[in-house]
Nanobody, 127 residues
Framework: QVQVVESGGGEVQPGGSLRLNCVVS????????MGWFRQAPGKEREFAAA????????YYADSVKGRLTISRDNPKNTVHLQMDSLKPEDSAVYYC????????????????????WGQGTQVTVSS
């Protein structure tokens, strides 16, 4: 059974930084494409970032490009999302997800592409 667990959320002032972590247990982590999505109150879940098997391929939503950085540590079954220059509109529940694709890609921006999900971690950007 695959489990996905996020951590690292919290409250930060505009312009600040947070680092989200996601640990996956079960399956072969190095063969999952990993993604981060977010959902603000009253809005649909939206794609933020994704990373391929080895970490050499990444893909970002335009709204976060240059401010969020996704990375992975395969020996530790962990994926990170470094969030810098945060804005109030970044406030949301952030979800980590794993996809069994069979190929090493990162352009998976639809929630339907992902097979396993975490419970989410809250990020609040407020002064």
């Amino acid at each position: 059974q695959v489990q996905v667990v996020e951590s690292g959320g919290g409250e930060v002032q505009p312009g600040g930084s947070l680092r989200l972590n996601c640990v996956v247990s079960g399956g072969t982590f190095s063969r999952y494409v990993m993604g981060w999505f977010r959902q603000a109150p009253g809005k649909e879940r939206e794609f933020a970032a994704a990373i391929g098997w080895s970490g050499s391929i990444v893909y970002y939503a335009d709204s976060v490009k240059g401010r969020l950085t996704i990375s992975r540590d395969n020996p530790k079954n962990t994926v990170h999302l470094q969030m810098d220059s945060l804005k109030p509109e970044d406030s949301a529940v952030y979800y980590c997800a794993a996809a069994l694709t069979g190929v090493d890609i990162a352009t998976l921006a639809s929630a339907d592409d992902y097979d396993y999900w975490g419970q989410g971690t809250q990020v609040t950007v407020s002064s």
